[in-house]
């Protein structure tokens, strides 16, 4: 056996762990008494697997629809409330809750361990939905969107942290891919499901559906989850530092979603918000610093692996999140598009990104220098939004270019979630995840924030992004053609910094069987 097998074989926690904190984990280690009294249980079977991982899938694509089958059916919540002006807050309070809490659950599921964390992220999804459909007003509706934002928030970190818990680095890559699935599924599906229930059922249907899921998939998962080996570890929680944590998210959040609309972005208000959010990121970095057990810990987020793993894989969701914000309106003014066309023109951005990470996951199982395939599909992806960039292309060729484009997108997601995962000890996974799943959040968030911004200078003050309706809105093709030039090239920038930051990322060899023959022993 030559020496790359031998540290394939090795467990994660002993192959992986960043150099700079090694030493900390090893006296973390004598203390883990969940895992080092615990007796040894038998491995999973297959379908045990299999049955764990359609549960999470099923956790997931919950999470994943919430986001998106709301919008739809906003008109028709606002004229049964007969109020419009805090409408945008159903969508907002989700957004906040789910962001600020993704580190949270990350670190809990570390301590007090995934079985407890996945109940109780989805019995308060399913408690916000069931007070969401039932509510009176609109502001009910908003605090229990907010209720059901923590659930689908805590979900995110936790389920890829069960997946890590289950599945080993190598395999981990293709399982991944599933869940690009999901997120696309529901990307596409939220909106339809969301209008058809509003007009065709009643909007309540659009969160009264949710129950039903969210039980099948704790039925599914919960008597499974006494199997899967327990790697988290219980100390002390310090909540000062987590409340700090969500608090700079929430601002941030707030400055990214007024700024520019409810605000203007040099107004008093959001210069107020941005010195604290500042100033709360600021206090946070020192208590963590300082504390004896942080909630985050600083050093988990050093070293050659973890960092450019998140940046990249934060570059490439801001990237495809903001280029399906956007790309609507484009179709829109410059093709003659309908809505509902705009819409499935936005298909092969979706589904070809899966693609992209389906063939990364399998090559990454098979793979030594699993890291190539993301360096040779990011850089083709900025190669191909800088064609975008320079040319003006008729639909059918924006479509194809678009469609190659989000293949060599896709590619970073597998390689970036499990080369950051593998960097850490197994009783971090869960931290580093729920700060990856945070980070990515706020990326994706910052970066429809400043392609809006990139169109209304380009565009003129005057316009307003948020209330066009299809081709009859004034704006010349002409100008949308030279306006979404600075997009592309915005959106090929970030490709270039993910496929640099893949580049510059340390290649550590991964846990588990890397052959079908050693997979078979």
Same mark, same amino acid.
Not at 279 to 283: D, K, P, Q, S, T
Not at 321 to 329: D, S, Y
Not at 414 to 426: C, G, H, K, T, W
């Given at each position: ?6 540290q394939?074989?090795? &467990? ?26 615990a007796p ?25 629809l919430? #986001? ?8 028709t !919540?606002?004229? #049964? ?29 570390? !301590? ?29 509706? *908003?605090?229990a ?17 069960? *997946? ?5 680095p ?33 909007w309540?249907? =659009? ?16 008597p499974?989850?006494?199997?899967? &080996? ?29 700024g ?13 918000? =941005?010195?604290?959010?500042v ?5 946070f ?14 050093? /988990? ?11 990249a ?7 495809i ?9 484009y ?7 309908? +809505? ?17 990470a ?20 990011t850089?083709?992806?900025? !190669? ?13 060729? /924006?479509?194809?270019?678009?469609s ?24 971090? *996974? ?25 169109? /209304? ?6 316009i307003?992004?948020g ?13 949308m *053609? ?20 893949? =580049? ?6 991964? +846990? ?6 050693e997979?078979?022993?």
């Open positions: 056996m030559n020496e790359h097998e031998r394939s074989r090795q &467990p994660a926690d002993q192959a992986t762990l960043p150099d700079d904190i090694g030493e900390e984990l090893s006296h973390i280690a004598t203390e883990v008494i969940d895992i080092s009294d040894p249980r038998a491995p999973l079977s297959p379908d045990e697997v299999r049955t764990i991982l359609m549960s999470l899938l099923l956790t997931m694509f919950l999470a994943a919430d #986001q998106t089958i709301v919008a739809t059916a906003l008109p !919540i606002g004229r #049964q409330f007969n109020e419009f002006g805090n409408l945008s807050w159903v969508i907002t309070a989700y957004l906040l809750a789910s962001t600020a809490v993704a580190p949270v659950f990350g670190t809990l599921s570390d !301590i007090y361990g995934r079985r407890v964390m996945i109940t109780v992220s989805l019995a308060l999804f399913t408690v916000g939905s069931i007070l969401c459909a039932v509510a009176p007003n609109l502001t009910v509706l *908003i605090i969107r907010g209720l059901q934002g923590l659930g689908g928030g805590g979900i995110m970190p936790v389920v890829q942290t069960v *997946i890590s818990d289950v599945v080993s190598r395999e981990r890559g293709r399982y991944q891919a599933y869940f690009s699935g999901v997120w696309m599924a529901a990307g596409l599906l939220g909106p339809v499901l969301g209008g058809v229930f509003a007009e065709h059922l009643h309540s249907m =659009i969160f009264w559906i949710n129950v039903p899921l969210a039980l099948g998939a704790l039925v599914l998962l919960l499974k989850m006494g199997k899967i &080996p327990v790697f988290h570890r219980r100390r002390k929680v310090d909540w000062f530092g987590g409340v700090l944590l969500m608090a700079s998210a929430v601002v941030v959040m707030l400055v990214l979603s007024w520019g609309n409810r605000y203007a972005w040099l107004s008093p208000a959001i210069m107020a918000m =941005i010195g604290a959010a100033a709360l990121a600021f206090g970095v020192w208590h963590a610093r300082n504390a004896e057990e942080p909630f985050l810990p600083l050093p /988990l987020l050093g070293g050659t692996v973890v960092p450019y793993a998140m940046v894989g934060g570059c490439a969701l801001g990237a999140t903001a280029l399906t914000v956007h790309l609507p309106l179709y829109e003014v410059v093709y003659g598009l309908t +809505a509902s066309e705009a819409g499935l023109a936005l298909i092969p951005l979706a589904a070809v990104s899966t693609c992209g389906a063939i990364a996951g399998r090559t990454m199982a098979r793979a030594r220098h699993y890291k190539r395939v993301a360096i040779a599909g850089s083709a992806a900025a !190669i191909f939004g800088a064609v975008l960039t320079v040319t003006t292309l008729p639909l059918w060729g /924006l479509l194809i270019l678009m190659l484009f989000a293949l060599g997108l896709g590619t970073t997601f597998p390689v970036s979630v499990v080369s950051l995962q593998n960097a850490v000890a197994r009783a971090q *996974i869960g931290t580093v995840t729920g700060a990856m799943n945070f980070f990515r959040s706020l990326m994706s968030s910052f970066m429809v924030a400043v392609f809006s911004a990139i169109l /209304l200078m380009a565009l003129g003050a005057g307003s992004l209330e066009h309706r299809g081709p009859a809105n004034a704006i010349p093709a002409a100008d *053609i030279n306006a979404f030039r600075y997009v592309f090239g915005a959106a090929t920038a970030l490709l270039a910094c993910a496929a640099l930051c893949i =580049i510059l990322m340390e290649e550590r060899p991964l +846990a588990g069987p890397s052959t079908p023959a997979r078979a022993e």
